[in-house]
């Protein structure tokens, strides 16, 4: 059974060790990379958890198996920007990045924000299929990938209000 959480400042140590090992075995899926984040110390960690910032959740298959996280831009008040989807690849294929997306979205409905964006590498089809499945579409804008200039992310968008599921 797996169990879908959002965690605090005070589970910090418990992002940091999912986020690493993510950047570790998948680091052309995300904008940052490994070298800085593995220089962050716990007072960073912390801060980047504040709750006016955004929301971590976390799947638990009695470990610890997924993260998401969502995080709120300064310069859009209509936004979450949906950061830091992985799966552990032996948990990969049961769709509990699905689960940890619902939760994202189900956060960007009770603070009534009408848009959750993401960016996708061309080429993670994995990952492309599941946001389209769950109503994201690309939106056109394409930019370089920040932690590998060599490969372009695409823009996905998706209104959290269109989705069915329980609140
Ligand atoms: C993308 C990702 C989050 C999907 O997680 P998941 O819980 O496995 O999602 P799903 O179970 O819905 O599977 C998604 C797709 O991966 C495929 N898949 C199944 N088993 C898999 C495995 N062992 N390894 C890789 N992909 C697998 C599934 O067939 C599915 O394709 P489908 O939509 O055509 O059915 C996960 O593959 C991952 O963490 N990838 C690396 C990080 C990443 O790309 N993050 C997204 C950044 S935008």
Redesign the pocket.
Do not use: H, K, Y
């Given at each position: 059974m797996v169990e879908i959480r959002r965690i605090g400042a005070e589970d910090w140590a418990l992002w940091r060790d999912m986020r690493l090992v993510?950047l570790g075995?998948?680091p052309d899926?995300?904008g940052a990379s490994l070298d800085v984040e593995r220089g962050y110390d716990e007072a960073t960690w912390r801060s980047r958890m504040q709750p006016g910032k955004g929301v971590q959740v976390v799947a638990f298959n009695d470990q610890p198996v997924?993260i998401v996280g969502g995080y709120l831009p300064e310069d859009d008040a209509d936004l979450v920007e949906l950061i830091s989807?992985?799966?552990m690849?032996s948990?990969?294929?049961?769709?509990?990045?699905?689960l940890l997306v619902d939760d994202v979205l189900r956060w960007a409905r009770e603070l009534g924000r009408p848009t959750v964006g993401?960016?996708?590498?061309e080429g993670?089809e994995?990952?492309r299929?599941?946001f389209e499945?769950i109503g994201f579409s690309a939106n056109g804008e394409r930019e370089v990938l920040e932690s590998n200039p060599k490969l372009y992310c695409n823009r996905m968008i998706c209104d959290p209000r269109t989705r069915q599921q329980p609140d």
């Open positions: 993510a075995d998948s899926s995300f997924g989807m992985w799966v690849p948990a990969r294929g049961r769709r509990i990045a699905e993401l960016f996708v590498t993670n994995p990952a299929r599941l499945r």
